[in-house]
Nanobody, 123 residues
Framework: QVQLVESGGGLVQAGGSLRLSCAAS????????MGWFRQAPGKERELVAAISSGGSTYYADSVKGRFTISRDNIVNTLYLQMNSLKSEDTALYYC?????????????????WGQGTQVTVSP
């Protein structure tokens, strides 16, 4: 069992930055592929960024060049640095863990989820 707790969300103006964190506990963090998902009202949950256990990364086209995912296996924490934020980035952001080394894009493949942290970008 892995417990995930997100933090770092908030209200920011367009063009601003936020750094999300996801603290993992319960099991060793390093063997899991990790992902950041988001869900806006009326929309499906989508993968924003993911990182394999070995450090390979994936980004959705909508965030490439603006968001950076990273992980610190020593402190069992996943990060998402979000720069040049846009109003369309407004959503509830979740971190998720998938047993195994490689990330996938389907939310159903991730076993453990945090409770989410709200990101609101004002125009």
């Amino acid at each position: 069992q892995v417990q995930l707790v997100e933090s770092g969300g908030g209200l920011v103006q367009a063009g601003g930055s936020l750094r999300l964190s996801c603290a993992a506990s319960g099991r060793t963090f390093s063997p899991y592929a990790m992902g950041w998902f988001r869900q806006a009202p009326g929309k499906e949950r989508e993968l924003v960024a993911a990182i394999s256990s070995g450090g390979s990364t994936y980004y959705a086209d909508s965030v490439k060049g603006r968001f950076t995912i990273s992980r610190d296996n020593i402190v069992n924490t996943l990060y998402l640095q979000m720069n040049s934020l846009k109003s369309e980035d407004t959503a509830l952001y979740y971190c998720a863990a998938r047993p195994g080394s490689y990330y996938v894009t389907a939310p159903g493949e991730y076993r453990y989820w945090g409770q989410g942290t709200q990101v609101t970008v004002s125009p």
